[in-house]
């Protein structure tokens, strides 16, 4: 039997590669546990497309690196992530591709085959891209949250200003 660790002990695994991009440019990750222990890893591939993979709390992948956004040209920033109380997974992100828009997806991993192969959208996606605002102005920054009744709070910086007494800032 393998020993848990407490809180007041430091746990040193070795260095997991979590997805080889190959000439991809990987970056902008999440990353967020779930009540089993499992990481949940997010990250934009070239700013073009979000992927996903699970990992076992030893190590192991569950979930290899999949395509998680819709087909078409994206411009993905700033994306943000998190786990609710019936671990599945929120994601909101920037897509700056022509109107800046604020987007959001949700994922239920547990509907997936857990033998480390990559799995697709339709399969994991409980909530597919979702448009939540989409103007000319600058909208960027995006931040969820779950609250205590399982609702998701999604929160943006916006320089929209219908009054236009703010100056766009």
């Known amino acids: 039997m393998i020993p848990e660790a407490e809180a007041a002990q430091v746990v040193i695994t070795e260095a997991i590669q979590v997805s080889d991009g190959g000439s991809a440019n990987d970056r902008a990750s999440a990353v967020a546990a779930d009540s089993e222990g499992n990481v949940h890893v997010v990250w934009a591939r070239s700013n073009l497309h979000l992927f996903y993979t699970m990992i076992s709390p030893r190590g192991i992948t569950m979930i290899d690196a999949t395509q998680i956004t819709n087909s078409g040209l994206h411009s993905i920033q700033h994306l943000d992530m998190v786990i609710d109380e019936q671990d599945k997974i929120h994601i909101v992100w920037a897509d700056k591709r022509g109107q800046h828009s604020i987007m959001y997806t949700a994922l239920r991993p547990y509907n997936a085959n857990h033998d480390g192969s990559i799995s697709d959208?339709?399969?994991?996606?409980?909530?597919?891209?979702?448009?939540?605002s989409s103007r000319s102005e600058n909208r960027d920054w995006p931040s969820l949250d779950v609250d205590s009744?399982?609702?998701?709070?999604i929160a943006w910086q916006d320089s929209y200003d219908e009054l236009n007494i703010y100056y766009q800032q």
Do not use: R
Request: no cysteine.
């Open 149 to 153: 009744k399982g609702n998701i709070h």
């Open 121 to 132: 959208d339709v399969t994991l996606s409980a909530i597919d891209d979702f448009e939540v």
